[in-house]
C-alpha cells in the first residue's frame, strides 16, 4: 500500500489564489496563523477595536517575507470577538495583505456577521469561514445564513466527544456532511481538532482515512496542543518549547494534511522552516513511491533542493 498516493482523486481547492489539498506532496502545506487572538499583543482595546498597526504591518512583512523564501503559502485566521472588531480587523488587512483570511469567532452568531462584514468588503473570494462544527446550536440555519451572505470556502471542524480516536472524527464528519453539502460551497476543508500534542496522532489518522475516503483537504491545529502543553514551558529555556513546537508542525506537515493553524504569527519562521522541510522530504516519499515527482511550482523542494530536483526529473517526463 502507498502511504503518500491515495487511489481516490485528491480534491485542490482555490481560495484566493492560493491552492489547498491534493496528492501529497503536489501542493505545498498552507499554514495559517492567528492575528488577534487572546492574548495578541497588538491588541490595544477590544472596545474600541483598536490595536498596534505599525507593529502588525511588520508581522505581515515577516510573514509575506519567510512565505515567498520557503514557498510555504500564507493565511490568516482572524480572531474576534465582535462584528466591530472583525470590521476594523478585516479593513485593515484587506489594505495590507493579499493572503487568503479566516474569520474565527466562538460565538456562531458572531462568526456569521464577520462574514457579513467581509463580504461588504468585497473579501468573499479569499475568505474562509472557521467553522462548521459538532458544537453548533442550529447546523442547518447556521449554513443557509452563511450559503445566503455568499460565503464560498468553509472549514469543518470534526469530533466526536464518545469516540475520541480517529473513527469518531470520521463519524462526525459524517454527520455533517449532509447537511453541509446544502450550502454548495466551493471549498470545503477539513479540521481534525487536535486536543493535545500526544493525541495529535488521532488528528493525523483521521486525516489519512477523510483524504483515503473522500478527497477532501484536510488539516489540524498542532499549535492547540502545543500551546496549552505547561508541562514543556517548565523545563529550561524557551528554546524548548520552540524544539516541541516546530517538532509538532513538521510532523503534521509530513503526514498528509495539507493546511496547519500555528497559532500566533509571532511563531511564524519555526513553523515554516519546519513546513519546509518536511514538505520536501513528503514530495520525495511520494516520489519514491510513484516515481511521479509531484510537486508543483512554487514548492519547497523545487525552491530550496533546485540541484538535486533536477538531476532527479532528469528524463523524467511523468509528472501530476
Known amino acids: 500500500m502507498n502511504l503518500f498516493r491515495f487511489e481516490t482523486e485528491q480534491k485542490t481547492f482555490d481560495i484566493g489564489g492560493v491552492k489547498v489539498g491534493g496528492q501529497p506532496g503536489e501542493h505545498p502545506t498552507v499554514l495559517i496563523g ?38 510555504i503559502p500564507a493565511m490568516i485566521d482572524v480572531v474576534g470577538n465582535s462584528p466591530a472588531e472583525f470590521s476594523a480587523y478585516l479593513e485593515f488587512l484587506a489594505d495590507e495583505t493579499s493572503a487568503p483570511l479566516c474569520v474565527d469567532a466562538w460565538k456562531t452568531d458572531v462568526r456569521i456577521e464577520a462574514a457579513r462584514v467581509a463580504a461588504k468588503a468585497g473579501l468573499l473570494d ?74 495529535m496522532a488521532f488528528s493525523l489518522q483521521a486525516g489519512f482515512e477523510i483524504k483515503q475516503k473522500t478527497g477532501l483537504a484536510v488539516g489540524c491545529a498542532p499549535a492547540n496542543g502545543t500551546y496549552m502543553w505547561e508541562q514543556i514551558r517548565q523545563i529550561r529555556s524557551r528554546e524548548v518549547f520552540s524544539g516541541a513546537d516546530a517538532a509538532a508542525h513538521g510532523i503534521a506537515a509530513l503526514l498528509w494534511n495539507d493546511f496547519l493553524f500555528y497559532a500566533p504569527l509571532t511563531g511564524t519562521e519555526r513553523a515554516f522552516a519546519a513546513a519546509a522541510v518536511a514538505d520536501s522530504i513528503k514530495s520525495l516519499y511520494a516520489y519514491s513511491e510513484s516515481r511521479i515527482f509531484p510537486a508543483v511550482e512554487p514548492h519547497p523542494v523545487r525552491q530550496l533542493f533546485p540541484d538535486f530536483v533536477q538531476q532527479l526529473e532528469s528524463g523524467q517526463e511523468e509528472t501530476l
Do not use: C
Not at 162 to 188: C, H, M, N, Q, Y
Open 34 to 71: 492567528s492575528m488577534f487572538h487572546k492574548g495578541d499583543k497588538l491588541i490595544e482595546s477590544r472596545k474600541s477595536a483598536a490595536f498596534d498597526r505599525e507593529r502588525a504591518k511588520e508581522h505581515l512583512h515577516n510573514l509575506e517575507d519567510i512565505s515567498q523564501k520557503t514557498a
Open 126 to 199: 479569499r475568505l474562509v469561514y472557521n467553522s462548521l462544527n459538532p458544537w453548533s446550536q442550529d447546523l442547518q440555519q447556521e449554513v443557509a445564513d452563511i450559503a445566503n451572505i455568499g460565503v464560498k470556502h468553509v472549514i469543518i471542524g470534526v469530533f466526536d466527544e464518545a469516540d475520541k480516536f480517529s473513527t469518531g472524527r470520521l463519524k462526525s464528519l459524517e454527520s455533517l456532511i449532509p447537511t453541509i453539502e446544502k450550502g454548495s460551497f466551493s471549498s470545503v476543508l477539513i479540521d481534525t481538532t487536535v486536543m493535545n500534542v500526544a493525541a
